[in-house]
């Protein structure tokens, strides 16, 4: 493998200033209500001379910003220009967005859908259950795809050579605060879960949650989404037979869906949009 394919981690191939500057960035995403730069420079460790300096080139390129009357440090306006881009690249594919709602109408469950991007499974659609009582994440929220079902999902139904990749990169490495893929333990997973047609994280880990996830296919066998149901622990060990009957239909249907469709970018929202409501409904029959 060329040294211009390997992940920087493994090759050292970073620029100090920007790595700072990144870790600046952090640091005030974690402080919404602003921070001093002396608060910055404690949390970032760094020395107050070199948090000020970077404070003031993001502040100068609309990444930060300082209230004139607070004096405090927040991020800036050129934030969420960033965010708008990544959520456009990120949009689900419109197929596919009844076939969530069915699920979720049916099972009561928070219903995520997930992409690949990068080495993160990233949210690119969520609907959330009313008596969800654990932060659900948000649409961009990621993980490394090794640690969630619907990550290892699309790891499993990934191109020839993605698994390896996937090794090469930030997750092959301890890139804390993530635990590193185990290959071997890695490949096993995926195995198994091509066999089962799902992936299972049966929680007992962070607030007891639980998650089922299942790829939707492509002509080719691929997986560009994978969707997840999340539940609390009770929840799923009275009902995960049922839980895992829903999800395996709505995605089995919507895997057809996609691959007649190709998964075009984009659908005419009347009829088709309709038709695929009904196709959803009737799929867990679901009342209209």
């Known amino acids: 493998m060329a040294k211009s394919e390997a992940h920087p981690l493994a090759t050292g191939d970073r620029i100090q200033s920007v ?3 990144l870790k600046v960035l952090d640091m005030l995403a974690a402080s919404p209500d602003g921070q001093t730069a002396k608060g910055v420079a404690a949390a970032a460790g760094l020395t107050l001379a070199t948090t000020c300096h970077l404070l003031n080139t993001l502040t100068a390129g609309g990444y930060a910003s300082r209230d004139p009357v607070s004096r405090l440090f927040a991020l800036g306006p050129r934030i969420p220009h960033l965010h708008q881009a990544f959520l456009a690249r990120a949009r689900p594919t419109p197929s596919t967005i009844p076939f969530l709602r069915a699920l979720h109408q049916t099972t009561g469950t928070t219903v995520v859908l997930a992409r690949l991007f990068g080495d993160e499974a990233v949210t690119v659609e969520l609907i ?3 008596d969800h009582d654990a932060p659900a994440g948000y649409i961009g929220y990621s993980l490394p795809a090794h640690l969630i079902a619907a990550g290892r999902v699309l790891l499993a139904w990934a191109g ?3 698994l390896e990749t996937y090794l090469r990169g930030r997750y092959g490495h301890s890139a804390g605060p993530y635990p590193a893929a185990d290959p071997d333990r890695l490949k096993t997973d995926l195995e198994q879960i091509r066999r089962a047609g799902y992936a299972v994280d049966p929680g007992g880990g962070h607030l007891d949650i639980c998650c089922l996830a299942a790829p939707i296919l492509l002509a080719s066998g691929e997986a560009q989404e994978a969707v997840a149901i999340v ?3 009770e929840r799923f060990l009275r009902d995960e037979p049922a839980l895992r009957a829903a999800l395996l239909a709505v ?4 895997s057809a869906v996609a691959a007649a469709s190709n998964c075009a970018a984009s659908l005419p929202v009347t009829p088709m949009a309709r038709e695929l409501d009904d196709a959803a ?3 867990l029959d679901v009342p209209a």
């Open 19 to 21: 790595s700072r500057a």
């Open 231 to 233: 539940t609390n622990r």
């Open 251 to 254: 995605t089995h249907a919507a």
């Open 281 to 283: 409904r009737r799929t």
């Open 160 to 162: 020839p050579g993605r």
């Open 128 to 130: 959330v259950a009313p």
